[in-house]
Nanobody, 118 residues
Framework: QAQLVESGGGLVQAGGSLRLSCAASIGTFSNYAMGWFRQASGKEREFVAD????????YYADFVKGRFTLSRDNAKNTVYLQMNSLNPEDTGVYYC???????????WGQGTQVTVSS
């Protein structure tokens, strides 16, 4: 059964950092593109970043460029989202997702809450 488990969320002050992890149990991990999305209260879920299957390419939403870094360790079946210079607008539930086909994300984790206080 495919499973994605996020961790690393929490409460941080503005300007601080968090590192999110997503441990995947989805068969051959390197066959999947991996992404992070987030959803703030009362808003739709939005794309944050994703990474290619071999980790050679990363893509970021404009609002996180220069602040967030996405990486993956295919030996550990894990992706990491390093988040620096956090601001209150980054508050939300962060979801890990996997795509077997292109960038069609159809496996989702349960999410981890990130709260940034001003």
């Amino acid at each position: 059964q495919a499973q994605l488990v996020e961790s690393g969320g929490g409460l941080v002050q503005a300007g601080g950092s968090l590192r999110l992890s997503c441990a995947a149990s989805i068969g051959t991990f390197s066959n999947y593109a991996m992404g992070w999305f987030r959803q703030a209260s009362g808003k739709e879920r939005e794309f944050v970043a994703d990474i290619t299957r071999n980790g050679s390419g990363t893509y970021y939403a404009d609002f996180v460029k220069g602040r967030f870094t996405l990486s993956r360790d295919n030996a550990k079946n894990t992706v990491y989202l390093q988040m620096n210079s956090l601001n209150p607008e980054d508050t939300g539930v962060y979801y890990c997702a996997a795509a077997r086909d292109g960038r069609k994300y159809n496996f989702w984790g349960q999410g981890t809450q990130v709260t940034v206080s001003s």
